[in-house]
């Protein structure tokens, strides 16, 4: 036994006491260490789960055209979201309820989302306004509206194939919207709301914007008139001959840049889901054709280029010719003895049979692969396909002798015009492209696409020589419907029958035609290819007259200089007719139309019917010989004949043959000078849809700050602008300044 | 201060017992001042505890009860009845426990086991801890603690108890206190289960029970510890959830991170008293066994650590009563009430800075309760009582 036990037990008391002292301090330790240390992370860590984001997306990009015109724009609409931890059980029915009512979606399938655990979900994205008005009215309990950007296509089909579409979320899918989808896109902000552990919104809490930064506007190389251009013809050949499909491009041979690119089937990039898929598959760069005689060019620059034949060696054609194999006939019964030139121009398969053996594998080969054809171009556009050719190692005479003529070798369209484009630009390839500029919302310059050259591929002189070559086609050739009066015009035509699983069918063609102009200085490479047209198939009368009458409305509209003398002289000399009715957007099938004697009395000056109602136009127009198309009569749209004309073409004063039909745009915010100034117009307490269609139809843009209806707008109403002038317009939440209050439920 | 001889100490060779107090009239020790030191540092956490009870749980009781004040109110009761009992007890001499001992013990024991009947025990959160009087709530496990404490020190300072022997001596208060450890366990209530064994363990300490068995009983028991925790789902998973919060941070150690995110993001300072975020909802229980959390939160490192001192405070002046108590049974009570509320404070913070695994003790004064805090207050009562016959 101890014999001071009281001293033990109070030697045991400090011990405790010690103990104690020490795990307090251990204690304060450990407190200091999660404050100080770990601090800043936990308090990082504690805001983010107290967080719940409401995604705000960034303004997309505008797509302008090569002249500033708007291709796609966006414009700010409402989506309808919930927090399903706002919403109390008891409001569960009431809320699923009313917004089925509004909504038009089922009760059950909202209560799924209303009761889903997270922290946020879309309940209807993209709503009209006045969807949206009723949304807000109702003040539902954890549902509320974030603005969301919607891209509108103002014209409508307009161009399609290049655009492409985007997703409901903005992203790109397809076209130029996917491919420039980073740039377009820009980076989605949010408003961070910190919310307590069941949804409600803490008070005074941290609410944070962090503000979306909208993305690049993209001017594209295409016009937006040459696109309309193309695009009528396009459906005029598709109603025409019935054809399954068509297509074209246009390229400025000297930088590659695309002024057009269309096809047919279109739709509306506005609503594509009412149309079926595979019209949004874009053919000039998804498939690969069989180009017949088109290919023959490069063949030719081939033999030319090698020095194996001159442009006055002479080609026999006794309607066929044998090689080792096989009989090969030409299209005709005999084109007897003709010069090189001749037999472009008669387009003469034995001559290029000849020509074919003559290059060998290894030449030919050699260039078809420097013309581009073997790999892809590098255009901006998604899912570029390529054209399928024989093995250069076992190839046999025989299939060498059909391949020199274009047959059983496909290529791409866009590979194609690349090509003949190189002969049009004395030799050197250029890569095609469709995005000029891609410029910041300040409109400073981010990139700026350049022409690039990818080869010299034959030389200027060999280029010349076939261009030459090419013009006799369209001269006194095969390609006599393509010819534009007063222009120097190149081009091939182009019949190849389509083969379905390697085997040939019959009665189903592609017509094509592929050229440009002027030949002394070419502006405008084109090619049109017709799938399965209907009662003609022959690339010279189905592809060659929509090609000439194109090619007419595009270099007046380029405001290209006509060609000089000789060509002209040239055309006197032969007597060439001028397939007059088939220009400028004539109604009647163009290889109807009979050739005519180009002469004064049929010259007219285009009268200005800018500024005129449709109505009045249309008089002005008939009065001077001269027809006017401001849309309805290609696309059948319905017209409002007091809508004003914006925007002419052929521009007044210049002179046009009789009958031609001038181009009114309605509302295009185009060039300064075509286009007047105008009133703003007080928008205020307009919704920003309101706001969009009223500024649209006098054709000012919209920027939108904000969200709800419209209060203060910049320039005010009344200022006198010009057209295309940005409007500011700050939007406000109606009654944006009541706070929600939330009366929690009584036990 | 008075100072005395140390022959005058009233305590003797032999053991603890207590010659001179073991009979009817003694002492006759003039009672000194009380240590208002020690009053003044239980009623500062008091204070702080209230208003921190506020601002924890405005928000809940706003949402639960429509009145930011519900908890407030309810506090600020529990508290004005705890100082009337603490005064009370404050002048109620300490050896007269003595004699109420067993009865204490007994009363205690029968509560503990009403509590488990159906009809008597309140069940709230799957827990059957309360007993009800009309408006009035009982927590007989709060009541409980004290009792064991007292009559402990009843026991261990009884002449001729033999602390030094293990079957006669260490083993008898081990087996009473599993006996009640069982009992709060059916409740369940783990925490206060442990405090009662947690209490036993140090006054046999105190009383100079050999170390070595008492280390022998605790590893004996550790793995009966283990055992509970395992064989209970919740426990386990409260465990695992210790060693790993993030492993599961939306379920088992939701509790531990949501208290981490607070400390952490009150710093030094704090956000402001009011400003917490986590009170909000996040963390639950964040007036009862996390209000610590909140202090963090709100008052930052500098108001944490003032509770801190204010209990090293305590546990000095607790001690120093223990040390200089006039006999071997004051000395173990003050001991034992001193330990017991430290344990809690010990354990609760440990849990709320992700120190030991969540247990479910309160933090003593500060957290809200009312059984715990007026049984709190009645042992600082019994304290301040033997503070006034000190020695020292
Ligand atoms: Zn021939």
Redesign the pocket.
Known sequence: MPSSTGLDLRRRALLLFSVTSVCLFGLLIRLGYIQFVLGAELSEKALDARMQEVPVEARRGVIYDRKGRELAISATVDSVFAIPAQIKPKDLDRVALALSEVLGIPKDRLLVNLTKPVSFVWIKRKVDEDTAKRIRDLDLPGIGLTPETRRFYPKGNLACHVLGIVGIDNQGLEGIELVYDKALRGNPGKIVVEFDATGRKIPAATHRYIAPEDGCNLMLTVDEVIQFMVERELDKLMSTYSAKGACAVVMDPKTGEILALAARPGYDPNEYAKFPDEYRRNPVINDAFSPGSTFKPITAAAVLEEGLVTKVSRFY?G?SVKVPGATIS???S??GSQTFVDAVK?S????FVNMGLRLGPDLFYKYVKAFGLTQVTGIDLPGEAMGIMLEPGNIKPVDLAVMSFGQTLTVTPIQLLSAISAIANDGVLMKPHLVKEIRGLDGTLIKEVKPEAVRRVISQETAKDLALAMEEVVKAGTGKQAYVPGYRIAGKTGTAQKSVGGKVVRDKHISSFVGFGPVDDPKVAMLIMVDEPQGAYYGGQVAAPAFGSIMKDVLSYMEVPPSSEEGREGDRLRGVGVPGAGMLGSTGAPQTKGPEEKGPEDTVEVPSVLNLTVEEAKRVAETAGLGLDVGDQSSGERIDPKSVIMEQIPPPGALVSKGTVIIGFRTLAGSAEAVGKVSVPDIRGKTIRAVADILGEIGLRLDVKGSGVARRQNPSPGTLVPRGTVIEVIFEEPGAEKPKTETPARE | MRKRPAAERRFNAGGIADRALGTRDLPKIEAGPTDYSLLVAVILLLGLGIVMVFSASAVMAMTNFNDPFYFLKRQAVWALIGLLGMTVLMNFDYWHYKKLAPAIIVLSITLLVAVLLPGIGRISHGARRWIGFGPLTLTPSEPAKMAMVIYLAYLLSSKGYKIKTFFRGVLPPVLLGLGMFALILQQPDLGTGLTVMGSTFIMLFSAGAKIWHLLGLIGMGIPGVFAAIFMEEYRRERFLAFLDPWADPRGSGYHIIQSLYALGSGGPFGLGLGKSRQKFLYLPEMHTDFIFAIIGEELGFVGAMLVIILFFFFAWRGYRIAMNAPDGFSCLLSCGLTSMILIQALVNIGVVTGTLPITGIPLPFLSFGGSSLVFTLASVGILLNISRYCTG
């Open positions: 054609c309607g030409c299209w005709s005999g084109h008669n003469c398969n034995v001559a």
